[in-house]
């Protein structure tokens, strides 16, 4: 995204002209610099709504509640060849300390996160309920919000800036949506509320990594969800149309 926007200041320079004091409306340089803004929003789109249906992107969800205005929303979504009761044991032993966060474990210990993601479910772990804190790192603890067992974990918190108030609070939500067909889809959802105006300079920078970050998260959610069950008898394409038809009907309601 930087590189769009560096190649639109420069084109609006160009559409600006050359000489003070006069604006040269240039068709061809403005046309390229409305369609410079016009990708660099889809690429924005699709990134902060990787995988996800257009009905889910507006899809109503448990933790919108505490944060009813948001300055950025981003929801992910992937299907899962599994039933809710074999995803959600992964999902309640998400945090540092406990079952990781089945990312870039790597990615994320070199800046002392300390996450060592587990490939089996620990019982151990299984126990969490609001008021419980999950940590992101060491001493970087997030509120447990909602717990729904076998559906939706909602955390809610901040990222600890040393003497600088956090400049934002923010909700992170796994919401597992189970079909007829016994295949599920997860969606998560992050809920920013700014609570400085320069909040967005930290937040919006690091999308794109979030991105990478969160498609890595909910496909390793996947895969270990759905090794641990026997494939279904029936043929599923990349999400199921029984859930499709679903959420159309939600989306209506």
């Not at 945090?95 to 479910?121: K, M, P, T, W």
């Not at 909602?146 to 909602?154: F, H, I, K, N, S």
Request: aromatic share 8%; hydrophobic share 45%.
């Amino acid at each position: 995204m930087t590189n769009v926007i560096i190649a639109f200041v420069s084109i609006v320079n160009g559409v600006l002209g050359s000489e003070p004091g006069r604006t040269q409306w240039k068709p061809t340089r403005l046309a390229t610099a409305s369609g410079a803004v016009l990708a660099a929003a889809l690429i924005r789109r699709r990134y902060l709504r990787w995988g996800a249906t257009d009905v889910e992107g507006v899809l109503g969800l448990p933790g919108d509640e505490f944060l009813p205005v948001a300055d950025v929303v981003v929801t992910r979504a992937i299907f899962i060849q599994a039933a809710a009761e074999d995803i959600w044991p992964w999902i309640a032993q998400l945090g540092q300390a406990r079952g990781g966060f089945y990312s870039y474990d790597v990615l994320e210990n070199l800046v002392r996160c300390d996450i060592h993601s587990a490939d089996r479910v620990h019982s151990d772990w299984q126990d969490v309920a609001v008021g419980h804190e999950i940590n992101l790192a060491p001493q970087v603890p997030l509120s447990v919000a909602t717990v729904e067992p076998g559906r939706a974990l909602v955390l809610r918190g901040s990222i600890p800036m040393g003497p600088i108030p956090t400049p934002y609070d923010f909700t992170w939500a796994f919401v597992i949506r189970s079909a007829p067909d016994g295949t599920s889809r997860l969606v998560v959802r992050e809920r920013y509320w700014y609570t400085r105006r320069w909040a967005g300079l930290i937040v919006q920078p690091a999308e794109l990594v979030s991105c990478v970050m969160s498609v890595r998260m909910l496909r390793g959610i996947k895969k270990r969800a759905e090794q641990t069950v026997p494939a279904p008898s029936i043929s599923v394409g990349p999400q199921s149309n029984e859930l499709v038809e679903h959420e159309m009907r939600d989306a209506v309601r």
